[in-house]
């Protein structure tokens, strides 16, 4: 079990450090505008997406009597990618009215619906544990992301053909490779289907939507706000640096897939003393990793933005040591929700996280007038400090309970 966890998660690790290096390319190669109308286009798309996917992969992983066929699952998948692709483009409008840029929205939520679809074949052969075959199409994704930008922007140096070339070769793997073997696992007919049953997936799957909404605008709402107040080109960079954020991520998640089991089986046999000693150390470990990143911005900052991206975005290295520094209650707040799921802490993660929202909101605009975008990004270390601090006392009280059944 372990092996096929750790099997996913390094490809998935491996496809989000591919969909950096996308950024990293795109930073070398275009200019400000279009670096920072490439990562406004993610942070607009993002989050819808992560609404109308509706998480319909864990449902259809979960549904072990198969009350719902996978035509139902494929095309509410389908109905929701192209409501997806026109609100997106609907948003980028009151964002931004440069023409250039509606272009590259389309094709940023064009390949993020392409992914959508992929996924959820995935769900099928995750529900049939074809670990490797999921694996594989990670891996193939991340190839094809950094195969596009070669083309496109370093022979070409031209971002809206780079974007068009990721969406063909996404395509092209996914028919003679994600589909394929969906063929050989399910040897079906794949057709759209529109009924009733379609409205009780819908209605099953839309709070895990909203919940993963809610998660995406806490993430991205210092860029909508470093875009209002700072314009386009400014928000390229501050995302752009935000992403490296991402290399963290990975490792605290990759630690909880191996720490999820154990916590959850110490919590269904109240086994609190345990439980506690384990939460102490994935939250120790997981600042920890923060702390060690905030450390390193501080001594090597400037080279490691050089290396990454280039010497304009190098003279941002200031804010790169306060993104770190808020990266360390990022990813503290993960480790608590690994540790909330393994109690079957579920319904109260969404109000967690709303709360953080607010406060992010709230405290960004305050900060924003007295310290500007350093301001803004000090909003965000708050917000998931809140969100850690809330998850601690949930996760006490839970705790406390436990004892008490115990005894």
Known sequence: MKKNFLLIFSSSGFLSLANWI?????????????????????????????????????????????????????????????ISIIISFIIAIFFENTLSFYPIVFLVAFSAGIDAVIDIFNAKQHYEEQFRIISFSSGIRGIVIILGCFIGLVLFENLILSLILICIFKIISFRFYDYHYWKQLIRGRLTLVLDKRIYLLLK?????????????????????????????????????????????????????????????????????????????VFISISGLVGICLFIVSIFFGNEILKICFNQEIAEYSYLFIYLMFSSIFVYLASANGYCLTALRILKIQPIICFIGLIINIISSLILNHFYGIVGITLATGIAFASQFLLGLIVIRKKSDKIIIKYK
Do not use: C, M
């Open 22 to 82: 996308q950024i990293a390319i795109i930073t070398k190669y275009t200019n400000n505008w279009q670096i920072g109308a490439f990562t406004l286009s993610l942070a607009i798309t993002n989050p819808i997406f992560q609404l109308t996917n509706l998480q319909l992969r864990p449902i259809l992983v979960s549904d072990r009597k198969e009350f719902f066929i996978f035509n139902e699952y494929f095309s509410l998948r389908i109905y929701s990618i192209i």
């Open 204 to 280: 099953l799957s839309l709070p895990l939507g909203i919940n993963l909404l809610i998660v995406s605008l806490n993430v991205n709402i210092s860029k909508y706000l470093v875009n209002y107040f700072y314009g386009i080109e400014i928000q390229g960079i501050y995302s752009s640096i935000s992403y490296l954020i991402v290399l963290g991520t990975i490792f605290v998640a990759t630690i909880g897939q191996l720490f999820l089991p154990k916590l959850s089986h110490y919590s269904s046999n109240n086994l609190n003393l345990e439980f506690n000693k384990l939460l102490k």
